[in-house]
């Protein structure tokens, strides 16, 4: 047990952590609820990942913000996943608990609150462009959300074929494979995008009705999407809402939103 006259430390695990936000973010979160925590940043080498965690467990840490290609090395290292990172195949949050860290995904939960801030996904369809961890995350929320279905779309076609077969089996909206081109025409009935994906392509037939939504903090909104009209939900926003999920996690308390994409605004700044 950790004394309660200590402080409660985070860790912010990277490769690369240079330009990583999170500690940043959490600092600021901290000192607007008045908590007297620390957050250490650390640019970990994969393949000494395990030996971080285990360090991290072994001094009592409250928990791990976990980024870039560590998240899915970090599944195989947890105590318990949520069903979000096991559905994800990887974890971006670690908890402790009783029983060691605990494995949870929140990009696709931080994704969910930036759009609905814009319009409720219910009833809607909805373009996937990416099936890694991000995009395997984002359309479980967008499934359990209520979307109407999904189409998931990926430069690996074995990657989007697994994602589509995998919700297709939770049952809840129906996926498809929608071809990776170069241009990618968006179909009619498609409510949302969701960019998952630094891989490049152009998308045709977007209308100002399409919510548009970047994942990436650092994202530039794509000129078609500018163009078209389209609801524009920034990466700053998602990373933001996921941001204040993290700190609920570990904390208990409730972030201000607002508070942290400005921050991160003037941190990318």
Known sequence: MTSPALQEVVAVLASPAAGNPSQYLFERALA???????LVTCDVPPGRLAEAVSGAAAMGFRGCIVSGPLRELALGLVATASPAATFARATSLLERTADGFGGH?????????AVRAHGDPVGREVLVLGAGPT?????LELALAGAAGILVADDDAE?????????AAMNTAPATVLPWA???EVPEQVGIVVRATAAPTVLTGLRAEVVHADVAADAVPPPEAVAAGCCLVTGLEVRAAQAAIEFQALTGS????????????EYLS
């Open 32 to 38: 607007a609820a008045g908590l007297d925590w620390r």
């Open 105 to 113: 995904m929140t990009d696709g939960r931080g994704l969910i609150e």
């Open 135 to 139: 995009g395997r995350a984002v359309t």
């Open 159 to 167: 990657r989007a074929a697994a994602l589509a077969a995998d919700l």
């Open 182 to 184: 170069a241009a990618i």
């Open 254 to 265: 409730e972030a201000d939103i607002e508070l942290l994409r400005e921050a991160l605004d």
